[in-house]
C-alpha cells in the first residue's frame, strides 16, 4: 500500500482542527485519475466542513481531508500520466480531499490545466469557477443586460464579474463600499454574501427580473423573497465537471478570468490557513502548497 502526507481531522464540529495523517493513496478504478497534488486552494467550504456545518451525499468517512480544488500532475489512470491538470474534488459527493499530496477522481471532473498559470494560481479556479460559471448558467441573461453582483472581490464574485463581462452583460460592482442600488434598477442579481447583502441584491432586480444565490441558508422562504415581485430565487449548487471547467481554463487562457492567490502556504500550515479564513485576515485566496 502506498501512503501520503495529508492534513486531516477525527472528528468534525466546534473545535475540530487538522493535524497531519499518513494514509492510503487511493489506486484509481476504472475511469478515475490518480493526481500528485502540486496546489490545494483553500475554500470557505472547507472551514464549514470540519466545522461540522457541512452535508455531504453519503455518511462522513473519517479522518476528514479538506479540499475542493487542486492543482497538479496525473500519476495514473484515465488521464495520460504527466498531465498537468486541475479539479474541484467534488468533496460533497467524494470526500475525496485536496490538502494531501495525492487525490484520486473521476475523470470526468479534471481537465488541462491553463498553460498561463502557475500552479497555486490554476488551483484557484476550480470551485469558485465553476459555481460562477453555473450561476450565469441560471441567470440567463443577454448581452446588454444588467447584473448586479455583491462580494465582487470574492473568488466566486471576481470570475463571475469578469465571465459577464465577457459575455457582454452590464455589471454592477456592489462591493462593501460601493454606494446603494436603488431598487428595482437591474435585470438581474447574484448574491455571493448572504445576509443583509443578499436582501439589498434583492431588493436592487426589477420585477420579473433573476436572483440567484450561493448561500441559501440566508434565503428565507415567505420572507422577503417572495415570488410576489414575479422573482423566483434560484440557489446555485455547484457539481464538479470537467468540460464546464475546461470552458473556464479557455477563457483564463484568453484573459477573461483572472486569479489572484493573497498568499500561499506549505500544506502543513493548513489549520493556520483555516484559522486565517475563519478570522477574515485571508485578504484574499490562500493555497496550499505540498
Ligand atoms: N452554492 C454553492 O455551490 C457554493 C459553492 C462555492 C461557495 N459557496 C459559498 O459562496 C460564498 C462565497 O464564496 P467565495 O469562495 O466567493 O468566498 P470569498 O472568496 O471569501 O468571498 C466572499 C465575498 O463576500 C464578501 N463579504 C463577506 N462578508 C461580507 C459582509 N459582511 N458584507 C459585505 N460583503 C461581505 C467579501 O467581501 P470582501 O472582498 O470585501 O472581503 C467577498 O467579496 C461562501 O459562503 C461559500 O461558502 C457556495
Do not use: C
Request: hydrophobic share 45%.
Amino acid at each position: 500500500m502506498t501512503t501520503m502526507r495529508a492534513m486531516a481531522t477525527d472528528r468534525v464540529g466546534p473545535g475540530a482542527t487538522l493535524r497531519p495523517h499518513t494514509l492510503a493513496v487511493k489506486e484509481p478504478a476504472d475511469g478515475e485519475v490518480l493526481i500528485k497534488v502540486l496546489a490545494a486552494a483553500v475554500n470557505p467550504a472547507d472551514l464549514g466542513m470540519v466545522a461540522g456545518q457541512y452535508r455531504w451525499y453519503d455518511e462522513l468517512r473519517l479522518p476528514l481531508v479538506p479540499g475542493y480544488d487542486v492543482a497538479g500532475v496525473v500519476e495514473a489512470g484515465d488521464w495520460p500520466r504527466g498531465a498537468a491538470v486541475i479539479a474541484s474534488t467534488g468533496h460533497s459527493r467524494s470526500q475525496a480531499g485536496g490538502y494531501a499530496e495525492y487525490v484520486t477522481l473521476p475523470a470526468s471532473y479534471v481537465a488541462a490545466a491553463p498553460e498561463n498559470l502557475d500552479w497555486a494560481e490554476a488551483a484557484t479556479i476550480p470551485l469558485a469557477g465553476l459555481t460562477a460559471h453555473q450561476a450565469l448558467e441560471l441567470l440567463d441573461l443577454k448581452p446588454g443586460q444588467s447584473l448586479l453582483v455583491n462580494g465582487p472581490r470574492g473568488a466566486i464574485g471576481r470570475f463571475a464579474v469578469e465571465l459577464a463581462r465577457a459575455g457582454g452583460i452590464t455589471v454592477i460592482e456592489a462591493g462593501r463600499d460601493s454606494a446603494p442600488v436603488a431598487e428595482a434598477s437591474v435585470d438581474a442579481a447574484l448574491d455571493v454574501v448572504g445576509g443583509p447583502r443578499a436582501r439589498q441584491a434583492f431588493a436592487a432586480v426589477r420585477d420579473a427580473g433573476v436572483y440567484v444565490t450561493t448561500v441559501p441558508e440566508f434565503w428565507v422562504p415567505g420572507g422577503q423573497f417572495t415570488a410576489e415581485r414575479g422573482i423566483e430565487p434560484q440557489i446555485v449548487r455547484a457539481e464538479p465537471d470537467g468540460t464546464r471547467l475546461a470552458a473556464l481554463v479557455r477563457a483564463a487562457e484568453a484573459g477573461e478570468l483572472t486569479t489572484s492567490v493573497a498568499k500561499t502556504l506549505p500544506l502543513t500550515d493548513a489549520q493556520q490557513a483555516l484559522d486565517l479564513l475563519a478570522t477574515g485576515g485571508a485578504g484574499g485566496k490562500l493555497v496550499l502548497i505540498p
